[in-house]
């Protein structure tokens, strides 16, 4: 079943953007969207920099793989938006919210039905050449999943989900929409499903920031597809509608870190950040590792393609600058929120506390996942199961108990 807002939603969404700015109390905060997670060196490096020259030093990790840079001074944003541009990482200023998709970890390398990297290209290139789109709300989320069935259930409005190297499933909202195409016709579907939300979006009101807000949106949206032209000889007739789940199976959940094998016989290296916070001198020693680097929903950093002989020197180097490899830290389980300096409204700081709790290796709640939270807002808490660790005038609230 999908989740539905109580009610109509009273404005607009208000999710930053690199360009459209939010004032945190740490300086205004501006937050890049990252296609697939794929950033090239050279990327990286111009996020680097700007995160040292215009902000506080670092770059946070988001749940939905883009880049959040904080404590920027007032003005500071033509100057990040003349970088961006230049760095190719911000392609349409109209459309630069919506940008959110999220794609497999390590597709094309390991793993997987299908590369899903031509999507993202592909998709993200088709919404920004079409105006009709940047009204889409900054919330919209696509999903691309390769078949490894990691992103897949991480809540798209619109998700394309690889069954086999011909098949391709089309979600939405978390449901299976029971609409199947080919890898070549993926795209267009996709388009189309987000075309087609936004019709919907429109007929009822206009308000809502995400699919499953809206009275049966799965529903209007498939029925759409179903009986348009547009996609005649793509789309085979719905064959069932069914919650997410059963195309799930055994999701594969968060990528594991450590070092992974690819295909053409080099290895990948996945290393969590704790608590998201990226450093410039951490990026850019990962930008001179590798051409191009993969960012995550989990707060880690994919590093591809080296050498067997690369791999342990590379590990050691960002080990040293904290990064973590070793799949049974304690940093693999925990997420924190802004937290006070940097959110008005937190009554601690989260990231302090949670940094301190796992030096001292009393993580609560047994140390299961978990995330802090500066108040009931819970912002950046991740999906699944996650014991929530919430700062209250009187302490912690942990696990709602
Ligand atoms: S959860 Fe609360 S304290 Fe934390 S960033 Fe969100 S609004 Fe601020």
């Not at 961006?84 to 597709?107: G, I, K, Y």
């Not at 449901?175 to 007929?203: C, H, I, K, N, Y």
């Not at 807002?377 to 999906?383: E, S």
Request: charged share 20%.
């Amino acid at each position: 079943m999908t989740a539905r807002a109580p009610a109509a939603r009273l404005r607009a969404d208000a999710c930053p953007g690199a360009l459209q700015t939010h004032a945190a109390a740490d300086g205004a905060l501006a937050r890049v969207r990252v296609p697939g997670g794929l950033l090239t060196g050279g990327q990286l490096q111009a996020l680097a920099a700007a995160a040292r020259d215009l902000g506080d030093g670092a770059l946070e990790l988001t749940s939905r793989g883009n880049v959040q840079l904080r404590g920027l001074a007032d003005g500071a944003e033509a100057e990040l938006g003349d970088r961006l541009a230049t760095a190719a990482l911000l392609p349409s200023p109209t459309h630069e919210r919506v940008r959110n998709v999220l794609a497999s970890a390590l597709t094309g390398r390991a793993g997987g039905h299908v590369d899903v990297r031509p999507w993202v290209r592909a998709l993200d290139a088709a919404i920004c050449a079409d105006p009709t789109l940047a009204v889409l709300p900054g919330r919209y989320l696509a999903t691309l999943d390769d078949g490894r069935r990691d992103v897949a259930g991480l809540g798209g409005d619109v998700g394309l989900l690889a069954l086999s190297p011909a098949e391709v499933a089309l979600t939405l909202a978390g449901v299976d929409s029971g609409l199947r195409t080919t890898p070549e016709g993926a795209v267009a579907l996709a388009l189309a499903a987000t075309r087609a939300f936004l019709d919907e979006r429109a007929a009822q009101g206009g308000t809502a920031w995400r699919l499953a807000e809206l009275d049966d949106g799965v529903a209007a949206v498939t029925m759409t597809l179903s009986s348009s032209g547009r996609h005649r000889g793509q789309v085979p007739s719905p064959r069932r509608v069914e919650p997410l789940p059963s195309l799930l199976g055994e999701a594969s959940g968060p990528l594991l870190v450590g070092t992974s094998g690819q295909r053409d016989g080099r290895v990948a290296l996945v290393g969590v950040v704790p608590l998201g916070r990226l450093t410039a001198e951490q990026a850019e020693l990962l930008a001179r590792l590798a051409d191009e680097v993969q960012l995550t929903p989990w707060r880690s950093v994919v590093v591809p393609d080296l050498t067997e002989d690369a791999v342990d020197d590379a590990a050691v180097a960002l080990h040293r600058t904290g990064m973590v490899f070793d799949a049974d830290s304690l940093w693999t389980r925990v997420t924190a929120c802004a937290g006070r300096p940097g959110c008005a409204k937190s009554l601690a700081d989260v990231r302090a506390d949670a940094a301190r709790a796992v030096a001292d290796g009393a993580l609560p709640a047994g140390g299961a996942r978990q995330h802090w939270a500066g108040c009931e807002r819970r912002c950046g808490r991740p999906r699944g199961e996650v014991v929530d660790v919430v700062a209250t005038e009187t302490g912690y609230l942990i696990g709602g108990a």
